[in-house]
């Protein structure tokens, strides 16, 4: 008989793609610096990245292109001047303010698991206070480094934005700490990307995944 999870507690919430409209940005700025060489990202190529740290998401998207007059450093440089430049005028995505205010009004803790590095959520979220202070500073990014974190897929993020709400340990998946498990499995991840859907599911947490009301193509072109 399969075992009845116990009731969510508490949400874990990623934010690329999920609650900004930070997909766009990568997009067109990864097509403007493609652009100058011809060259051009495509749905196959983007879906590769989406859920990866800034590093692996450049390897995995340089690798399609090996005659790139451009190294990994470069291409990351010139990538984090443009975005820079638009960060602090990205948009929430629809129902993602309702949402987060419905949850904090009645009291439903939540944190935040971000692979964004810390400098760049500061700038992402900046302009958007009214949500973003909702959860009180209950924030893990990508590159917080005294964490010891594994990127997605790997749930550790999650894990470490669990503890750090709840304010005590939550365990590892690989450790047999009954109530460690019961703990995980109050948690509800709301995630946009695979790899992000797959690390709350090896967190022992539930997922739920929001996908964006456009087409692969347009994805692309908007």
Not at 90 to 115: E, F, M, Q, S, W
Not at 121 to 131: A, C, D, I, N, R
Not at 147 to 171: H, S, T
């Amino acid at each position: 008989m399969a075992s009845i999870r116990p009731k969510i507690e508490y949400v874990l919430f990623d934010m690329d793609g999920l609650m900004i409209d930070s997909e766009k940005v990568y997009t067109d700025v990864t097509n403007e610096i493609l652009g100058k060489y011809g060259k051009e990202m495509t749905w196959e190529m983007k879906a590769g990245i989406m859920g990866k740290s800034e590093r692996q998401a450049a390897e995995h998207l340089l690798a399609f292109f090996p005659d790139l007059p451009i190294d990994i450093e470069t291409y990351l440089s010139d990538r984090n001047i443009l975005q820079d430049a638009i960060w602090p005028t990205v948009p929430l995505l629809p129902g993602i303010r309702k949402l987060v205010l419905h949850l904090k009004a009645h009291n439903i803790p939540i944190a935040l698991a971000t692979g964004s590095r810390r400098r760049n959520f500061q700038l992402k979220t900046g302009h958007l206070s009214e949500v973003f202070d909702c959860f009180e500073g209950k924030v893990v990014c990508g590159d917080d480094k005294q964490c010891g974190m594994k990127g997605k897929p790997a749930p550790d993020i999650f894990l470490v934005a669990a503890r750090e709400m709840l304010g005590r340990n939550v365990g590892y998946p690989d450790t047999n700490n009954a109530e460690q498990v019961i703990e995980r499995a109050k948690a509800l991840v709301f995630e946009d990307g695979l790899p992000g859907l797959q690390a709350g599911k090896r967190a022992g947490m539930s997922g739920w995944w929001f996908r964006l009301p456009r087409s692969r193509k347009s994805l692309l072109k908007s």
